[in-house]
């Protein structure tokens, strides 16, 4: 009789089970814990690269500001004898490549010929029936739509009706992304090419950007670091490069010209796509000498 097991009381089966549920809910807290830690250093890390990453984007933004600016000013000085394209040092270290273009050295949309149409952009889509086709939405586009007189471009670029009213054409150069069949490739790459305010059925050559004179097999002397005069309309052009690498190109349309009685007036400002190589990793001189 006294060889038989005992069962285990109902209690202390009971007791066990609790211990082992209370392990198992405990072990299950701590990981939890831990995941939301991990989750909450993990979401401080993104915020403080977003923080720094929008720091240096509006640090890049203000230096390329800053660089048109001097480009302006440097632009007005008559005993001036700075020469674009510039490459110098911003004071907060940033690295600025500064071109200055004349309009009268690009393809006016509101005035240039068909033929000069149909090479630009042929080119640049390397498909002569593009070309043939947005030469024909932009020859189109510029004898039926109106805008008034007061709008940007000078009086000279515009196509006018023949009659007294609205003039007819482009306001900006970034309208060509509404023409049919313009690509946001293609259009990214006609921006630096392309003008509303130089009344010219062919650019410049003399003043035509390298990229330009290649692209439309122009007649014209290799560009030279040269001196710009404070007339007609120019883009100027910033590349900044902070020291982290960001980079930013910033423009802007300046009309020396505008009959405001000011000595010029700002246009458009726009975000640029550079067409030139990031500054060389060189010690620059100064953009600023104080």
């Known amino acids: 009789m006294n060889d038989i097991p005992r069962k285990p009381r109902l209690g202390s089966a009971l007791s066990g089970h609790q211990r082992g549920f209370a392990l198992v809910t405990v072990i299950w807290g701590l990981g939890l814990i831990l995941l939301l830690g991990g989750t909450l250093v993990v979401g401080a890390k993104y915020r403080s690269r977003i923080a720094s990453a929008d720091t240096s984007i509006a640090r890049a933004s203000a230096a390329a500001e800053s660089a048109i600016n001097l480009a302006i000013a440097a632009t007005l000085i008559p005993e001036g004898k700075t020469k674009f394209p510039l490459q110098c040092r911003m004071?907060?270290?940033?690295?600025?490549f500064v071109t200055v273009e004349e309009e009268i050295g690009k393809v006016d949309l509101n005035t240039a010929s068909k033929p000069i149409l149909e090479r630009l952009f042929a080119a640049l889509a390397n498909d002569k029936a593009v070309g043939e086709r947005i030469a024909g939405e932009i020859l189109r586009a510029r004898s039926t739509t109106p805008r008034s007189a007061g709008e940007a471009g000078s009086p000279s670029a515009s196509v006018t009706s023949g009659k007294q009213g609205p003039?007819?054409?482009?306001?900006?150069?970034?309208?060509?992304?509404?023409?049919?069949?313009?690509?946001?490739?293609?259009?990214?790459?006609?921006?630096?090419?392309?003008?509303?305010?130089?009344?010219?059925?062919?650019?410049?050559?003399?003043?035509a950007s390298p990229a330009l004179v290649e692209v439309l097999g122009l007649n014209s002397p290799p560009a030279q670091p040269r001196r710009i005069l404070a007339s007609g309309n120019v883009t100027v052009r910033v590349d900044v490069t902070s020291g982290d690498g960001s980079r930013l190109v910033r423009e802007a349309l300046i009309d020396f010209d505008g009959g405001t009685g000011q000595p010029y007036v700002i246009r458009e400002w726009r975000l640029g796509t550079s067409i030139l190589p990031p500054p060389q990793q060189r010690r620059l001189p100064p953009c600023v000498r104080i």
């Open 91 to 96: 004071p907060g270290g940033e690295r600025a």
């Open 167 to 207: 003039r007819l054409g482009f306001t900006s150069i970034m309208e060509l992304d509404q023409m049919a069949g313009m690509s946001l490739r293609l259009f990214r790459k006609a921006v630096p090419f392309i003008t509303i305010s130089s009344g010219r059925t062919a650019p410049a050559g003399e003043a």
